[in-house]
């Protein structure tokens, strides 16, 4: 029994979300295999093979990987699945994008979200927004998993010593074209990596107070700023701040939420969090019920004196 991560990189060195996949992928057992497809990514390859736990690197370099398109990286994950009993890969974006494709070709149902590895074919996840737990059993020969990265500790960066085994790299399948892209600058720690993260709600009222409140305390605590849904939606913080189950799911040292009254879709992406402290003048605000310190107060008056405070 062997196991395979699709690793995610930026071709130098090997991404966060990937050591707590390497986690999940060691509690399933038998040897573990890392897959970094990539352009000129001896970096990566190198990073992942120095990863506690690892035992091979394959490395296929090509072109066509140097963006990680989806339709090219399911086609190099499929020509090589015949040799492995899991693949796995992390549970963001780009994973998500990858993952469906190579199930769906290899026709196996794939196990979405996995927040604990109970047995080689036995898994559990959360469902109905993380209300409740399923334990879900694969009988598939090849069971292909998305990692919620906030469910496992990441592995050690140091410590491993595998081998680099150089594979054939698929063709470019030609459907579809990298064109771009537009990324925004953040001096700010990124939103799922952050130790401590301040998110605001709806109860801001604009995009200027958003940032006249908010930013201070993050500044303060060198904290990443999040959003609710709501928040998001009423134009008062960017798409990518979204924390919840349709934005990223996040589990921080300390989570600060100000004036989110804590729909469940929310609770779903913060909930893990160790620490989390609530600021809501509504003394019926769902979110007192995950919090570990609660301050029914305005705001707008509590959060600039928290920041004199600090």
Partial sequence: ?????????DNASIKPSTLNTITAAVACGGDLHVLVAGHQAEGAAKAAASIAGVSKVLHADSPAFEHALAENMASQVVAIANNYSHILFPSTAGGKNVSPRVAAKLDVAQISDITQVESPDTFERPIYAGNAIATVQSTDAIKV??????GF????????????ESITATADSGKSKYMGSEIAKNDRPELTAAKIIVSGGRALGSAEKFTEVITPLADKLGAAMGASRAAVDAGYAPNDWQVGQTGKIVAPQLYVACGISGAIQHLAGMKDSKVIVAINKDPEAPIFSVADFGLEADLFQAVPELVSKL
């Fill in 153 to 164: 500790d990441a592995a050690a960066k140091t410590g491993g010593s595998a081998s680099i």
């Fill in 1 to 9: 029994m062997t196991t395979l991560v699709i690793a995610e990189h």
């Fill in 145 to 150: 998993i998305t990692v919620r990265t906030t």
